[in-house]
């Protein structure tokens, strides 16, 4: 069982940056593959980013490539979110989950879910 914590959302201008967390309970963080999700008023949950075990490998949605940086540190048990040049668009609910096994998982592939931190990008 891993519990997962985000933290660092909140209200920033277009253009700002932020950096989200997500802290992980457990001894076993390295063996999971950890990805980014967000749900905006009224759509789907949609993928963000995601990394594997080693955060060696790294995946993102189209629509964040190049402004979004996903990483991890193993030793801290977290996994990272850096979102430079923020858009009106990025507003939603990010949420951090895991994935049990070393790979990245498909959209539908993941075991644990945080409860969300909120991001707004105000124009």
């Known amino acids: 069982q891993v519990q997962l914590v985000e933290s660092g959302g909140g209200l920033v201008q277009a253009g700002g940056s932020l950096?989200?967390?997500c802290a992980a309970s457990g001894r076993t963080f390295s063996s999971y593959a950890m990805g980014w999700f967000r749900q905006a008023p009224g759509k789907?949950?949609?993928?963000?980013a995601a990394v594997?075990?080693?955060g060696g490998v790294t995946a993102y949605a189209d629509s964040v490539k190049g402004r979004f940086s996903i990483s991890r540190d193993n030793a801290a048990n977290t996994v990272y979110l850096r979102m430079n040049s923020l858009k009106p668009e990025d507003t939603a609910v990010y949420y951090c989950a895991a994935h049990k096994g070393l790979n990245i998982a498909p959209t539908w592939g993941y075991d644990y879910w945080g409860q969300g931190t909120q991001v707004t990008v105000s124009s």
Do not use: H, Y
């Open 19 to 21: 950096r989200l967390s």
């Open 44 to 48: 789907e949950r949609e993928f963000v």
């Open 52 to 54: 594997n075990w080693s």
